[in-house]
């Protein structure tokens, strides 16, 4: 697949995801107005879908950038940073994100944004320590590469809908609270109610891993060998992955719903052991950095 075409099918995956996102939830209130009798399910089914998708649209770089607990980055104080940013910017034709730090010891990054003229770009201040600077250009560009294939809408507004996906679940156990009425019809209701909010309640991380996996796995090796074009020296990738798969312990603020923005697993290496692999948001790093050794410039 080329450039543009993987630019426009992420385009298209944003746009389905949100129309199934708002299709399934006005279904299920539409289901609980039935069940009930009472049209209030499907107003507030149709008014939270439609305040979900606008807030995973608009707000959701915002929403990831505080559950990281990133701070805007100064030029005075990460001059380095900034230098690089805006070489690689201007090489990649992209116009100059915004840049974040996080301040935690654990080496990672990730970019976040609706779009390139709205992008971010966040590491942490463990990467910043230990990254020499053609690791450091390797590392931003993977993070300009996801902002230039448009990765970026589409792996942002996941946080959101998936995080959501938790909140509906828990909402349905805990709607048979607003029963209390005697009516075979309404106790039926509140069983199917209970039945559908554990079902929920125990798919929702299911789900919330796949919908990361459908899109993280294959985005992260597109990125590292965009990302290495852009360098045209693979290597500083490579040694940079090196460096951050040896650093066995998670970061601070690391999230399930935010795992997948990250350029490597924030919850550390050992969190990559036995059958926790088949639920990795990312390829092993010893593959990433074989398929970058192996790329011919």
Same mark, same amino acid.
């Given at each position: 697949m080329s450039l543009y075409a993987n630019q426009d099918a992420n385009v298209r995956k944003t746009w389905l995801l949100i129309t199934v996102f708002f299709a399934v939830v006005i279904g299920i209130g539409y289901l609980f107005a039935q069940l009930y009798g009472d049209p209030s399910f499907l107003y507030i089914a149709v008014i939270f879908s439609v305040l979900m998708n606008v807030l995973s649209y608009w707000f959701s770089d915002k929403i990831v950038l505080k559950m990281s607990g990133a701070? /805007?980055?100064?030029?005075?104080?990460?001059?380095?940073?900034?230098?690089?940013v805006e070489n690689l910017a201007i090489t990649a034709?992209? /116009?100059?994100?915004?840049?974040?730090?996080?301040?935690? /010891?654990?080496?990672?990054?990730? *970019?976040?944004?609706?779009?390139?003229?709205?992008?971010?770009?966040?590491?942490?201040t463990g990467l910043l320590k230990i990254m020499d600077r053609t690791e450091l250009e390797g590392v931003i560009? %993977?993070?300009?590469?996801?902002?230039? &294939?448009?990765?970026?809408?589409?792996?942002?507004?996941?946080?959101?809908?998936?995080? #959501?996906?938790?909140?509906? *679940?828990?909402? #349905?156990?805990?709607?048979?609270l607003f029963g209390g009425h005697s009516s075979d019809r309404e106790g039926n209701g509140n069983a199917v109610f209970m039945v559908l909010g554990i079902v929920l309640a125990i798919l929702s991380p299911i789900i919330a891993t796949l919908m990361q996996l459908a899109i993280s796995r294959r985005r992260e090796l597109l990125a590292d060998s965009s990302g290495a074009l852009l360098t045209r020296y693979p290597e500083g990738l490579a040694r940079a992955l090196e460096k951050i798969g040896a650093y066995a312990a998670p970061m601070h603020n690391? %999230? &399930?719903?935010?795992? %997948?923005?990250?350029?490597? &697993? /924030? #919850?550390?290496?050992? *969190?990559?052991?036995?059958?926790?692999?088949? #639920?990795?948001? %990312?390829?092993?790093?010893?593959?990433?950095?074989?398929?970058?050794?192996?790329? &011919?410039?």
């Open positions: 701070k /805007p980055a100064s030029r005075e104080a990460q001059f380095n940073l900034y230098t690089v034709g992209l /116009p100059m994100p915004k840049i974040y730090v996080i301040d935690d /010891p654990a080496p990672n990054a990730f *970019a976040t944004g609706r779009d390139k003229e709205h992008a971010v770009v966040a590491v942490s560009a %993977h993070e300009l590469s996801h902002i230039g &294939n448009r990765d970026i809408l589409l792996s942002t507004v996941i946080v959101v809908l998936v995080g #959501f996906i938790s909140i509906l *679940a828990d909402w #349905f156990t805990r709607a048979q690391a %999230h &399930n719903v935010t795992a %997948h923005l990250y350029l490597s &697993n /924030p #919850f550390g290496a050992k *969190a990559a052991k036995g059958l926790s692999k088949l #639920f990795m948001t %990312h390829p092993p790093v010893e593959d990433r950095i074989r398929l970058l050794r192996g790329m &011919n410039l």
